[in-house]
């Protein structure tokens, strides 16, 4: 059985270790964050070491590494770079920190739910009110908001009061994209482009020259035309030559995230040719993950 101080000087080491990218940690630096002695910290290595919790490292540049059974032993699970779970705060990635398991104290109703968060890495800079976003998870792609009612420095967890929960479809964007799409001709002039998009209800077309894709007209473009006295100029010069292309595997989380960065509201999905295929908008990805049809409604 750890004692706290153990359990403290452990979960520090992780932490440390986390953030150096596989390097071994000195006796100091874990003294330096504990505000400790570095004589204690090196008297209950040696118990940790007994244990077989930590292994030393010789030589100048050794130190300290945390074992497999240390993971275990604070509940924490071991997971490859590629999937860890971020943290973000004010839409801000934290470095050096991740999610290590995601635990639901109590789902009475979703305004009450709150969640346990263990996490990989140091929780010092996050405070009491935080709003946090985490995730999406690898296996289940799930995503929690919420703000910081809790904080544990012992065990390294969290508790968060989540306002929103989304756990995003495997599904991919060729799943939900619409196939017969709308386009615009890159020769096309600005009435007949209006013409289109009130006809078919739209308010952006891809556009398209010798069947390739080579731009994205919307009515925002039509306006800044009318604006700047171009509307007798042809779509092909007044089209945004940005276009964000994707291939019709693309996952729906990836999708999302490429909308959140780009701050656009579509996605052109085309083959290695430049071929169109379908097309993708922002409101095809939200119905996609608030669709809750799947599940039974319960009234009492």
């Not at 964050?33 to 570095?38: A, E, F, I, T």
């Not at 109703?109 to 709150?114: A, G, I, K, L, T």
């Not at 171009?230 to 996952?251: A, F, P, Q, T, W």
């Amino acid at each position: 059985m750890l004692t706290s101080v153990q359990k403290e000087i452990l979960q520090t080491l992780i932490n440390l270790y986390q953030s150096s990218e596989g390097k071994s940690i000195k006796g100091e630096d874990i003294a330096e964050v504990m505000n400790r002695n570095p004589g204690t910290i090196r008297n209950q290595m040696q118990s940790l070491r007994s244990l077989g919790l930590v292994k030393g490292v010789p030589g100048p540049r050794g130190g300290y590494k945390p074992t497999i059974e240390a993971y275990h032993s604070l509940n924490i699970l071991i997971s490859d770079k590629e999937t860890k779970v971020p943290i973000y705060r004010n839409d801000e990635r934290l470095k050096d920190i991740s999610v290590a398991k995601i635990e639901f104290t109590s789902v009475p109703q979703p305004s009450e739910c709150e969640a346990a968060i263990k996490v990989l890495g140091s929780i010092k800079d996050l405070n009491l009110g935080d709003t946090i976003r985490i995730g999406p998870t690898p296996v289940n792609n799930l995503g929690i908001m919420g703000k910081i009612v809790g904080r544990d420095d012992m065990d390294n967890i969290l508790l968060v009061d989540t306002s929103t929960i989304r756990s995003i479809p495997k599904q991919t964007v060729g799943d939900i994209a619409s196939k017969n799409v709308i386009s615009l001709s890159a020769d096309c002039n600005l009435k007949d482009a209006a013409k289109i998009f009130k006809e078919n209800d739209i308010d952006g077309a891809p556009v398209m020259k010798d069947e390739k894709v080579v731009g994205v007209f919307t009515v925002s473009d039509i306006v800044h035309a009318i604006a700047n006295d171009n509307e007798h100029s042809k779509i092909g010069d007044l089209m945004s030559r940005k276009v964000i292309i994707i291939n019709e595997n693309l996952k729906i989380a990836n999708a999302i995230e490429i909308l959140f960065k780009k701050n656009i509201s579509r996605l052109i999905i085309a083959d290695d040719d430049n071929n169109l295929l379908g097309i993708v908008t922002r409101t095809d990805l939200i119905d996609s993950i608030t669709n809750l049809k799947q599940f039974p409604i319960i009234t009492n």
